[in-house]
């Protein structure tokens, strides 16, 4: 009978098929992208409009801008073209795109030029690209072209190389919403041949571009742009097609990187070097946390700093995500898998030798379970003045020798001590040693580790003298007696070290 957690993973991800499910009957989006204006993508659109024509599909132009070139004009030859509406607008009258008129001729393509126009007002929708939502939502699957520098989040990166700010920008969420995304890519030189030879803007308008936004330099960031844009596009779509299709990660078609966030105080340095290695790989990033029942009793200060690295996370440009769990190393594992992350950052382990043989180690877990996923280890030693402070701070802060602590922890004992004595006469002497046991354990949830390791002895001192043989002396006669009075005392320690 197979596992059910094996089960379980081997299921497609129910958000895929959900996101899957929302598409039916929806038409679908291809979006012709560009660098720049002049690279070419309506005279893609047309080209690719024509294929489908070829291929029996009803395609019809809802709006293209040709800007007379000749060649762009040559190609909306035998095109059906949808009649746009007029509309008046400050004294001038101005053709719009008639939205009306498509969802009632109903092509099975319709061709929409410049995803990112304003349009006049008095339209049913401010922007271009709320009509072609609409489009879509009625069935109908839309070609459409848009520049990289339109792009909402890239707005102000594009500002910065360019010197220009756009106005006219569409959500990142119609990218996303982007069935096909086609990058119409051309080489900077050959771009700015095009616009010597008057093929992009007139000659006048065409000098002042060279000299201005259509540098080489401002290409090159403009086209690597579009090309990351595309990239990390191609990547959502992907994840999305393996969790629809349970696929087992990772795929490494592109680099993902995930740090795992806890209450450590190295977790800044963490986060910061999953940061660096994001940016050298040029891949998104998640911080994610794995909220267990153990971490229910955090102490305060644990939660602040726990909140304090995942806000530095998200101000470092990471997705935060926290997922209940159990098992934190195999939650990991799964979480990075079932996102197809290819590196995971984790922290060294802190914890002695001793602990991590009876508690196990997360990190250690998680390199043997990573399977194809690199797992790096970091030091994360922090060396900034907060850290120096806060060691400062807790060096200051602790706490005088308090003697009452050991004063109930001596009560405990002799109140075990009466009550063993009352039942030696009908249990065993190793049954004795379990009642002398749970005063070391009071001790050590009530008073802490120092307070419980004085029970300790104070308890294998009572259990030697008052039951084992001969009875009321410190010697050991018996060999058997030898055996449970060393196996008492390496209990009741470790016993109260994890307490």
């Not at 010197?163 to 086609?182: G, H, N, Q």
């Not at 000659?203 to 690597?224: H, M, V």
């Not at 079932?338 to 508690?359: D, K, Q, Y």
């Not at 996923?373 to 120096?388: F, N, P, Q, T």
């Amino acid at each position: 009978m197979p596992d059910d957690r094996t089960s379980f993973e081997n299921r497609p991800s129910p958000d895929a098929l959900l996101e899957h499910a929302e598409r039916e009957g929806r038409g679908r989006l291809r979006i012709f992208l560009g660098a720049a204006p002049g690279v070419g993508k309506t005279y893609e659109m047309l080209l690719a409009g024509r294929a489908r024509r070829a291929d029996g599909i009803d395609v019809a132009i809802g709006v293209v801008e040709t800007h007379g070139r000749k060649e762009t004009q040559a190609l909306v030859e035998g095109y059906e073209v949808i009649p746009r509406r007029e509309v008046e607008y400050r004294g001038r009258v101005l053709d719009e795109m008639d939205i009306d008129a498509i969802l009632k001729r109903r092509p099975e393509l319709v061709l929409i030029d410049e995803l990112a126009h304003t349009n006049a007002p008095g339209g049913r929708h401010p922007k271009r690209y709320l009509d072609v939502q609409e489009i879509l939502s009625q069935g109908i699957d839309v070609y459409t072209t848009l520049n990289i520098q339109h792009v909402e989040s890239l707005n102000d990166v594009v500002a910065q190389i360019t010197r220009v700010r756009v106005r006219e920008t569409v959500p990142d969420s119609i990218i996303d919403e982007a069935d096909d995304i086609e990058v119409i890519d051309l080489t900077p030189d050959d771009l700015i041949k095009r616009l010597h030879e008057g093929k992009v803007y007139f000659p006048q308008t065409a000098q002042r571009a060279i000299e201005n936004y259509f540098s080489p330099g401002n290409l090159t960031a403009l086209r690597e742009l579009a090309l990351r844009r595309t990239a990390q596009r191609v990547d959502e779509q992907l994840l999305s097609h393996m969790q629809s299709h349970a696929i087992p990660g990772p795929w490494a078609a592109g680099e993902r990187v995930l740090v795992c966030v806890d209450s450590r105080p190295d977790g800044g340095a963490r986060i910061r070097y999953a940061r660096r290695l994001a940016d050298r790989l040029r891949a998104p990033w998640t911080a994610l946390h794995v909220d267990t029942p153990r971490l229910a009793g955090m102490s305060e200060e644990d939660k602040d700093r726990l909140a304090t690295n995942l806000r530095l996370a998200e101000q470092l440009g990471a997705e935060v995500a926290t997922i209940p769990g159990q098992n934190v190393a195999q939650d990991i594992v799964r979480h990075a898998t079932a996102n197809n992350f290819t590196h995971i950052v984790i922290g060294r382990p802190t914890r002695s030798r001793w602990r991590e043989l009876i508690e196990g180690s997360l990190t250690y877990d998680l390199i043997r379970n990573a399977g194809d996923i690199s797992v790096h280890v970091i030091s994360g030693k922090e060396r900034d003045a907060d850290m120096l402070s806060a060691r400062v701070k807790a060096a200051s802060e602790q706490k005088p020798f308090q003697i009452w602590p050991y004063l109930f922890s001596t009560a405990y004992v002799a109140g075990a001590v009466a009550v063993s004595s009352i039942l030696d006469q009908f249990l065993d002497v190793r049954n004795l040693a379990s009642v002398l046991l749970l005063a070391v354990l009071t001790s050590a949830v009530t008073f802490g580790l120092w307070p419980a390791l004085y029970a300790c002895f104070l308890s294998a001192l009572a259990f030697n003298y008052f039951f084992l043989e001969p009875r009321y002396t410190f010697t050991i006669r018996d060999p058997e007696s030898i055996v449970a009075f060393v196996v008492f005392l390496v209990v009741a320690v470790i016993a109260s070290n994890l307490t």
